[in-house]
């Protein structure tokens, strides 16, 4: 599979970005996908994840009412808005799919990724 993330940028504290991903292939509906970040001299962490069928999600508890997690399968897209952003959002951002069968709360739970799109939150 291919990923590919669009939407970072700069923002201001307290505002607002979408992040889109673009994945390749027939079989996207049937893996979990999620979002990653990964600021500058720190490990990647997870931020979120959906099902295949975009019924579930769950969160990181530090972007839990910030952040939402969508997914259109029909589009080969999920998409991750960000609210109320902070300074200590700014990171890289890596869209990744699950690996099958494996529902993701971390990121050895991820088995390919996109090449990560940065968003920076000025204060």
């Known amino acids: 599979v291919h990923l590919v993330e669009s939407g970072g940028g700069l923002v201001q504290a307290g505002g607002s970005l979408t992040l889109s991903c673009l994945a390749s292939?027939?079989?996207?509906?049937?893996?979990?996908m999620g979002w990653l970040r990964q600021a500058p001299g720190k490990e990647r962490v997870f931020v979120a994840a959906?099902?295949?069928?975009?019924?579930?999600?769950t969160y990181a508890d530090s972007v839990k009412g910030r952040f939402t997690i969508s997914r259109t399968n029909a589009e080969n897209t999920v998409n991750l808005q960000m609210n109320s952003l902070k300074p200590e959002d700014t990171a890289v951002y890596y869209c990744?799919?699950?690996?099958?069968?494996?529902?993701?709360?971390?990121?050895?739970?991820?088995?390919?990724w996109g090449q990560g799109t940065q968003v920076t939150v000025s204060s």
């Open positions: 990744a799919r699950a690996i099958e069968s494996r529902w993701p709360r971390g990121p050895s739970d991820f088995g390919s």
């Open positions: 292939g027939r079989t996207f509906g049937n893996y979990a």
């Open positions: 959906i099902s295949g069928s975009g019924g579930v999600t």
